[in-house]
């Protein structure tokens, strides 16, 4: 079993930045299963969006149009954790932001090729 634990969250202005954080826990034998690790967010009465994702081995990295030029997703701590800076900040990427993992052998966005969930972090961007 993974455990992914999101942090980072809160509110700013327009214009301003956040970093996120998830830090990626569990047995040695899960945790060397995981391929990647993505960044997902979610309004309430919408359907959760893939805006990120990294390759644990090499980190190749991916984005979703929505962020690209904006945000960077990044590993450290032995790649235990991930982080998703978010720069540029516009009051529609106000959301619960969730991060995941996936252990399918290429890079995807799709919610449903992640299996292990955080709870998720509140992030609030106002005009």
């Known amino acids: 079993q993974v455990q992914l634990v999101e942090s980072g969250g809160g509110s700013v202005q327009a214009g301003e930045s956040l970093r996120l954080s998830c830090v990626v826990s569990?047995?040695?034998?899960?945790?060397?299963?995981?391929?990647?690790i993505g960044w997902f967010r979610q309004v309430p009465g919408k359907e959760r969006e893939g805006i990120a994702v990294?390759?644990?081995?090499?980190?190749?990295?991916r984005y979703a149009d929505s962020v690209m030029g904006r945000f960077t997703i990044s590993q450290a701590n032995a790649k235990k954790t991930v982080y998703l800076q978010m720069n540029s900040l516009k009051p529609e990427d106000t959301a619960v932001y969730y991060c995941a993992a996936s252990r399918l052998p290429f890079l995807t966005l799709a919610v449903g090729d992640f299996r292990d969930w955080g709870l998720g972090t509140q992030v609030t961007v106002s005009s």
């Open positions: 569990g047995g040695t034998y899960t945790i060397n299963n995981i391929v990647s």
């Open positions: 990294i390759r644990r081995d090499g980190g190749r990295t």
